[in-house]
């Protein structure tokens, strides 16, 4: 970003690099400023939204990637954005078809197959209550995460022995 602040895709890197560190402000400071520099950049705009959905700020998520839809509607990671959407919001079969349909594409496309992957996750009954498990956390960093499972662990320790007691 120092060598050439003009060029968006440096502040993406920058971006998902801070995220990496979870530094979320950050990260999203440098997003902005991508998108600022190059608004209809749909590699920005796809990786802007797909942070955004991973902090559980769905209705901006779905703005940016209405935004992005509206450049690229064919592309790969717009189409895998839009169907993580989908299943954040409960629409499973739409989801699967955003997969479907980038794998189509490309069928080595890692974030199709993820996204595939949670699909199969959500379609369970057991692994469906993981998948929302993993999807509540990720929203928070490493840090918080951490302390709420710590959290978790006393609470869980102190109702089995409050059920032993009795």
């Known amino acids: 970003v120092e060598l050439d602040p003009l060029e968006a895709s440096n502040h993406v890197a920058l971006a998902l690099a801070r995220e990496l560190r979870n530094d ?27 942070f955004l959905l991973a902090r559980g700020r769905l209705d901006e ?14 592309d790969p990671e717009v189409i895998v954005v839009r169907g993580m959407l989908a299943l954040r919001d409960g629409r499973v ?31 369970n009954p057991i692994l469906g209550l993981w998948w929302r498990y993993a999807v509540a956390m990720g929203r928070y960093s490493f840090a918080k995460q951490f302390l709420i499972l710590i959290l978790i662990y006393f609470a869980a320790r102190i109702l089995f022995i409050a059920v032993l007691a009795h």
């Open 93 to 123: 079969e739409e989801a699967s078809d955003n997969a479907l349909w980038a794998l189509s594409i490309d069928a080595t496309d890692a974030g199709a197959l993820n996204l595939l992957a949670q699909v199969k996750m959500r379609r």
């Open 24 to 50: 979320f402000r950050g990260a999203e400071a440098a997003y902005r400023e991508a998108l600022g520099l190059a608004p209809d950049y749909t590699v920005g705009k796809t990786r802007y939204a797909d």
């Open 61 to 74: 998520a779905r703005q940016v990637l209405r935004e992005a839809s509206d450049v690229s509607p064919d």
